[in-house]
């Protein structure tokens, strides 16, 4: 059956120039994946990436873990997944519409990455709902890069060159922020938009949730304009 994709969800299914380089993407996905295993409570662990992206440090996150679940909402990137990672053991790879396959409390940590700012605060709710199901008792869900409101673009841009500072980017960046005046992730930025929260809305809405939650000290990735969250399964 063919889905329907959200303007984002069709926007992250083609391809695109988020990225300045490909020493960027690989620089972003290592540190996600040093977060996330930062973040693991044992070495058998259940982990689901929700909205994981191209999560190109799967394989070494597996390591950490019994079992990796890879979700993913845009079905191209799904496929290269699957291309990926389709041989190893320990990880699957499923559609953000099939995690009913999963069993209920079985999970130990669920991760949701730079997602929130591209779904509504409905699809938050919903998404947030069928993970604490999934989540084990005391098992935690932790929702990084939560864009604040009036998170300028300014930010973002002094963020990105910070980081190509540090990944030794900096021509690649300066070109990049050049053709982002022109991309359709601007012009969709300002059609769409993105969901924000603040520090107290979040928490607000993951404690009817049914979770007990933390702001962390470090934001996931390179963004210190962002906050992540942790939400601890209480009942
Ligand atoms: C900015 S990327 C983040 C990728 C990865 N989590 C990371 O931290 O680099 C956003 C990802 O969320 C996915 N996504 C967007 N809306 C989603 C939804 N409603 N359900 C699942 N995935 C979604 C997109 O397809 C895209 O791969």
Redesign the pocket.
């Known amino acids: 059956m063919m889905e329907t994709l959200?303007p984002?969800?069709r926007f992250?299914?083609r391809k695109h120039r988020?990225y300045a380089s490909e020493r960027h993407r690989e620089f972003?996905?290592r540190r996600?994946a040093e977060d996330i295993i930062a973040e693991l409570p044992h070495a058998e662990a259940i982990l689901l990436?929700?909205?994981?992206?191209e999560?190109l440090q799967a394989e070494r996150i597996s390591r950490f873990c019994g079992r990796l679940v890879l979700?993913?909402?845009?079905p191209s990137?799904r496929q290269g997944l699957v291309a990926r990672f389709g041989s190893n053991q320990r990880i699957v790879v499923l559609a953000?519409s099939d995690l009913g396959q999963l069993s209920a409390s079985t999970v130990d940590l669920a991760i949701m990455?730079?997602?929130t700012q591209?779904?509504s605060a409905d699809?938050f709710d919903h998404?947030v709902a069928k993970l604490r199901l999934l989540l084990r008792y005391d098992g935690r869900l932790i929702v990084?890069?939560v864009v604040p409101p009036g998170g300028a673009i300014v930010g973002d841009v002094a963020s990105l060159l910070r980081t190509s500072i540090e990944g030794g980017f900096v021509i690649a960046a300066i070109w990049s922020l050049v053709a982002t005046l022109f991309s359709p992730y601007r012009k969709l930025r300002r059609k769409v938009g993105l969901s924000t929260y603040t520090e107290a809305e979040i928490k607000a809405r993951l404690a009817r949730a049914g979770f007990h939650v933390e702001r962390r000290n470090r934001n996931?990735?390179f963004h210190r304009g962002r906050a992540t969250y942790v939400a601890t399964r209480t009942r």
């Not at 990436?49 to 992206?53: I, M, N, R, S, T």
């Not at 979700?71 to 845009?74: D, K, S």
């Open positions: 959200t984002w969800q992250w299914d988020i972003h996905y996600i990436d929700y909205g994981c992206g999560a979700c993913e909402a845009a990137v953000a990455n730079s997602v591209y779904m699809e998404v990084g890069d996931f990735g």
